[in-house]
């Protein structure tokens, strides 16, 4: 949780091949439309080996499923025969060409443990977990960007040191810690006014529930929201401190206007990637939070999945999981291109393009690397 | 040479640095040598489940009648070691893939970035735990682990700047002159990448430790009867409301670990992006 | 309501509440406290199974589906609370003297959640089904000596059940209390999950939570008492913990021994303690080095501390154990000498067998008391030179396709009689034979203690075959523990049961205060 990859997620490289074969189509297309084709064919080439790995990761997983399910007292000829029904008997490959044929017809298996669809099972916890990653992103993103801003527009003022000293409290102390005393706080120790375990009535949406979401989310809003808010301050006094700020003061733009219109949209776009990278760490690591409070996530779904080796769960959520970060870095990335007028015209975009370098950067320090070019 | 000593120097009289710098000491200090004061073996069974603190044992006793004391000056070695090697080695792999890129450019290029393309899908700590799980949960095994985690950044990190600095004029002038490319790499860019480098390791050291107690924290971890800080978190939660001191050493002390790391690095990132502000 | 429940007083173990009067009035006026069962009101239960979130199907109950199938299904015999087999379904069973014939018939009138009668057909359907091998069921193996193909319909609603001539089944009574759910021909573990149990099921979600609602049929007359079931799935003992203290489960079945100083401390629970036959050991490897020596396990036996084992590991909670399991069935030897600590005799046996300068052993184990006993044995075996090295895997590795191969590890097991244990753990045909052990006058003992249906010629028999295991066996038996449910004083019929399920019999609980 409290981890943060560093991921620019800018336009590889390996678009040039497919850039090369559109280059006679230039004239009629968006600049930035053939860099796009050839992220989304990377893109699915990712998601092609991840398949692979995720499959090949829990057959080697050590212990049979079928043992683990049946438990210590069954014979060995009944959890032969569990594993036959199963098809674990079969050759690897043969057993990942059924796997990725299901797949394709979004049929994503049955539980081993609980004998539910796959797909069924995450459809509900996935709900959980989107839903908890939308009230994080709704409390922290406008809490990181009003006082990103605002601390920008102050610099080195007495509040803005202050606010700084303190979230480096928060983004040091790993995320379960933030849990635990937060539960003691305001569950069991100290006051007792939220519920401990966020026991989700599943027949109900999560978020008609909201008693149960706000301390995961406090939880996770504290890690992530320190992050963002350092990015966005950052990128503010970098917006302000440019040259086309200084020019509009020269030429008598009012201040407020230069805030809101030129300044402010532009430092902006880091705080796309810094979305992106939020809703990532948010996709993963809400394992922990997840434990905690017995939230009935994703995370948890597949912290026992692990346990129990119940594969084809495992691999419907990796899988689900990974495609759906590789989906997240690819939006992200167009959104920052198109959001850039520099790199939505550009006849030919850099293989890493600064913008998301600085971004990630920023996100990581809270100060951008001047690597002059 | 009196350019990087005294960037050194400035880098030290920043606050923040040495506030830093002195929380990370102290922690490693107390780890590496509280094995030394304890009174009692980290095994030992000398009190009652979850006791109160007592004059002989200041923080009282753990879920199966451990000093909690003697296991919070045994348990620091493993944090800090681990956290340690996990980062360094991070750093190392990364950075040679990242040069290796950067430096090649074509084919070898796009092979490594789309690989930690492919990693970076992975959110760290799925990864993590499918490793562990498959591969069993010896010290080396976990650290390398956390290692692959964090190298695809290391990767990107050290591959962006050293594009930049390779494509700067000083480069190429060398180029042109003919010296080797060992001679470029050693004198030239390393050293131009090394303060961002340095910067992002404790930033990384931060995230081992809260991955490294996280783990533990899941039962992934260190195992016991092994005295570890974040594996006492997991094992004395349950006794959370009646001795919290077994929970609390062993938070605080993970957490002064982070926060001084973080201090530190953070703090030398920001002296340095200053000075070279005003080179530029 | 809170107030009125704490004004009722301190820790009552396994009684009613004292001071409340049969239907008197809580000082706020907003709760009514009773002492007779009364009907009413939602349960909830807080359930742990590992990471194992179950299914419903009667035949194959694991993880939390077993603690789903009390309120599901209902059996020809029922755990009494002395874990011993009690009639349910069935009115009268008789078997004959080698125990190759069982003749059942069950009572009349009896229905299924959906209404059908219950007869014979479904009797036969249910045992076929438990043990078809198709289905898989981890409990059909100890049904081995079963006709499958000779079960016989004698009228509506007797059932005759025959075994293998020269290997009856006396313990019949025994599995189907455990695994034997009756359910109709019309049965589907997905679609069609109906029993005769005290509750129908609503839904079902795994691993998060299911409820149930009361079967108005049920064939005990006046129970069950609540509306309405919910089980609720945790992973976390900390996170059922903390539900419990922020009343948002009413009961925690089987807790962590951790956990009891802090709840016998709030008021607001009870913690209901059952003595039980649930059992703790070590086991020793007979077939690897250094244990395939009887001296080495017999030093072993004496090494270990039982009374520091059970005063440290279960905080008091239970009994020390005399290396045997099963000390409530009618048949157990209780005329073997304790073992107690010897470290002399110990040090002189290991000094024997060639261990005189030291040994060194691996002790494995997967977590919870086993891994705090693992970490007190160490403590102890110091004392007797030997270095005892605790590892900790994870449980799906110790109970994975290696579990019958560590040389030296945890073990232990729910409150069973005895010749069901015997089946699982070191008799004849025993799969989780982790000791390996394998003597031919034990096992003849036991086939025919399996068919003999006199108690007192299987006592014999059984007595004789404990002695065995007693000096040669490979467990060290260590302890018994109480099972320890703990329940909000506003709920009543929660009682010590020497089965260990107290917190499981979701048709004897019932909601002591209603709010009105």
């Not at chain 2, 092994?226 to 006492?232: F, I, R, S, Y």
């Not at chain 3, 299911?210 to 129970?223: C, E």
Request: glycine share 10%; net charge positive; charged share 20%.
């Amino acid at each position: 949780m409290s981890s943060v990859p560093l991921h620019a997620g800018a336009p590889s490289p390996a678009s040039t091949g497919p850039l090369a074969a559109l280059k006679a189509l230039r004239g009629r297309m968006p600049a930035w439309l053939p860099w796009f084709v050839g992220r989304l064919l990377s893109g699915i080439g990712v998601v092609l080996v991840i398949s692979f790995i995720v499959f090949g990761a829990t057959q080697a997983l050590p212990s049979d499923p079928a043992r683990i399910i049946l438990g210590p007292e069954a014979p060995e000829h009944t959890v032969d025969t569990l594993r036959r029904q199963l098809g674990l008997d079969r050759p690897l490959a043969l057993q990942y060409v059924d796997w990725a044929q299901q797949v394709l017809s979004g049929n994503l298996g049955r539980s081993i443990d609980s004998n539910v669809p796959v797909g069924e099972l995450m459809a509900g916890r996935f709900a959980n977990s989107l839903t908890l990653t939308l009230a994080v992103a709704a409390v922290a993103f406008p809490l990181a960007l009003v006082l990103g801003i605002f601390m920008a527009l102050r610099r080195d003022s007495l509040a803005d040191r202050a606010v700084l000293s303190s979230v480096v409290l928060f983004k040091a102390v790993p995320g379960f810690v933030i849990g635990i005393c937060l539960v003691m706080i305001f569950s069991t120790s100290v006051f007792s006014i939220l519920p401990a375990a966020s026991l989700l009535d599943p027949s109900l949406p999560a978020w008609r529930q909201p008693q149960y979401l706000v301390l995961p989310t406090a939880t996770l809003a504290l890690s992530v929201a320190t992050y963002l808010l350092r990015l966005v301050r950052a990128s503010m006094i970098e917006a302000m401190d440019s040259e086309y700020v200084t020019a509009a003061r020269l030429r008598g733009v009012p201040e407020r206007r230069i805030i809101w219109r030129h300044a402010v949209p532009n430092a902006l776009i880091p705080a796309i990637q810094g979305v992106a990278m939020t809703f990532r760490v948010l996709f993963g690591g809400a394992v922990l939070a997840e434990v905690i409070f017995s939230y009935p996530g994703i995370g948890n779904t597949l912290n026992a999945a692990i346990e129990m080796r119940d594969l084809p769960l495992i691999q419907g959520i990796v899988l689900v999981i990974t495609v759906g970060v590789v989906v997240i870095n690819l939006a992200a990335d167009l959104i920052t291109v198109l959001l850039t007028p520099r790199l939505r015209t550009a006849t030919r975009i850099r293989a890493r393009s600064p913008g998301l370098r600085n971004a990630a950067s920023l996100w990581r320090t809270g100060k951008s690397w001047r690597v002059s070019v | 040479m009196s350019a990087h000593v005294s960037s050194l120097r400035a880098v030290l009289s920043a606050r923040q640095v040495r506030f830093g710098l002195v929380l990370t000491l102290a922690v490693v200090g107390f780890a590496l040598f509280g094995p030394l004061f304890a009174p009692h073996a980290p095994t030992d069974l000398v009190g009652i489940t979850y006791g109160r603190p007592t004059a002989g044992a200041p923080l009282g006793y753990d879920y199966i009648g451990h000093d909690v004391w003697s296991r919070v000056l045994a348990g620091g070695v493993s944090v800090v070691w681990m956290s340690l090697a996990s980062a360094a080695i991070a750093l190392a792999a990364g950075t040679a893939l990242g040069l290796l890129a950067a430096f090649a450019r074509r084919r070898v290029d796009q092979a490594i970035v789309w690989f930690t393309d492919v990693f970076m899908a992975f959110p760290d700590l799925i990864l993590v735990l499918l490793i562990v799980s498959m591969l069993g949960r010896d010290h080396w095994i976990i650290v390398l682990t956390v290692a692959v985690a964090f190298a695809p950044g290391v990767v990107r990190l050290s591959r962006g700047i050293a594009l930049g600095v390779v494509n700067q004029e000083f480069v190429e002038a060398a180029e042109m002159m003919g010296y080797p490319r060992s001679r470029i790499l050693f004198r030239e860019i390393l050293p131009s990448i090394l303060t961002p480098l340095l910067v992002h390791l404790g930033i990384m050291l931060t995230w081992a430790v809260g991955m490294l107690s996280g783990l533990a924290f899941l039962g992934y971890g260190v195992a016991p009867p092994a005295a570890d800080w974040g594996l006492m978190i997991n094992e004395n939660r349950a006794g959370l409301l009646i001795q919290p001191a077994a929970v609390f050493g062993p938070v605080l002390l993970i957490a002064l670990f982070a926060l001084g790391t973080n201090l530190l690095a953070e703090g030398v990132g920001r002296v340095t992006s200053r000075i070279e502000e005003r080179r530029s | 309501m809170r107030a009125g429940l704490a004004a009722g007083g301190g820790l009552v173990l396994g009684g009613l509440l004292p001071g409340c009067s049969d239907g008197g009035k809580a000082p706020d006026g907003a709760a009514v406290l009773t002492d007779t069962p009364r009907r009413g009101g939602t349960v909830r239960f807080g359930v742990i199974e590992g990471g194992q979130a179950g299914n419903l199907d009667a035949h194959k109950p694991v993880g939390s589906g077993a603690f789903r199938g009390w309120a599901l299904y209902a059996k020809l015999w029922e755990w009494g609370l002395d874990a011993r087999p009690k009639l349910a379904l069935a009115e009268e069973t008789e078997v004959n003297a080698d125990a190759t014939e069982w003749t059942i018939r069950l009572h009349k009138g009896l229905e299924f959640h959906h209404g059908k009668t219950i007869t014979a057909d479904d009797v036969i359907f249910s045992l076929l089904r438990l043990t078809d091998p198709q289905l898989a069921s981890p409990y059909a193996g100890y049904l081995y000596s079963l006709l499958r193909n000779d079960v016989k319909k004698l009228d509506e609603r007797t059932v005759r059940i025959p075994f293998e001539k020269g290997a009856g089944l006396v313990a019949l009574a025994e599995c189907w209390m455990s695994w034997g759910g009756i359910v109709p021909t019309d049965y589907d573990p997905v679609s069609n999950v109906v029993g005769a149990g005290p509750y129908k099921l609503k839904s079902f979600t795994p691993g998060q939570r299911s409820v149930f609602t009361r079967f108005d049929n049920y064939f005990k007359a006046g129970q069950p008492y609540f509306d309405q079931v919910e089980i609720l799935d945790f992973s976390d003992q900390t996170g059922r913990l903390q539900a419990l203290q922020a009343r948002q489960i009413d009961i925690a079945p089987n807790l962590p021994f951790e956990q009891l100083a802090f709840l016998q401390a709030d008021p607001r629970f009870e913690v209901v303690a059952s003595e039980t036959d649930v059992w703790h050991s070590f086991d020793m490897n007979l077939e690897k080095a250094p244990f395939d020596d009887p001296r080495v396990r017999k030093a072993f036996r004496l090494i270990a501390d039982r009374d520091e084992l059970v005063a440290r590991v279960l905080q008091g909670q239970g009994r020390v154990a005399n290396d045997l399991y099963s000390p409530s069935d009618p048949a157990f030897n209780h005329d073997i000498p304790q073992r107690r600590q010897d470290l002399a005799e110990a040090t002189r046996l290991l000094k024997e067998a060639g261990h005189g300068n030291g040994l060194d052993v691996e002790l494995v184990t997967a977590g919870g008391a086993g891994a705090n006993a693992a970490l007190v044995f160490a403590q102890q075996a110091k004392k007797a030179g030997v270095n005892v090295t605790v590892t900790k895997v994870d449980g799906s590795i110790f109970t994975g396709p290696k579990r019958n191969d560590w040389t030296f590890s945890t073990g232990g097991s729910v409150s069973r009689p005895f010749l069901l244990t015997v089946q699982q753990h070191d008799g004849p045909r025993a799969v989780g034979n982790k000791t390996h052990f394998k003597d031919p006058r034990f096992a003849e003992l036991i086939t025919q203690a399996l068919g003999q249906p006199d108690l007192d010629k299987r006592r014999a028999l059984i007595g004789e075959a404990q002695r065995i295991q007693h000096e040669s066996g490979g467990m060290l038996i260590w302890g018994y523990s109480n099972v320890l449910d703990a329940v909000s004083k506003d709920i009543g019929g929660v009682t010590p049961d020497r089965t260990g399920f107290a917190g499981w019999r979701t048709d004897r609980i019932w909601r002591r205060s209603l709010t009105t």
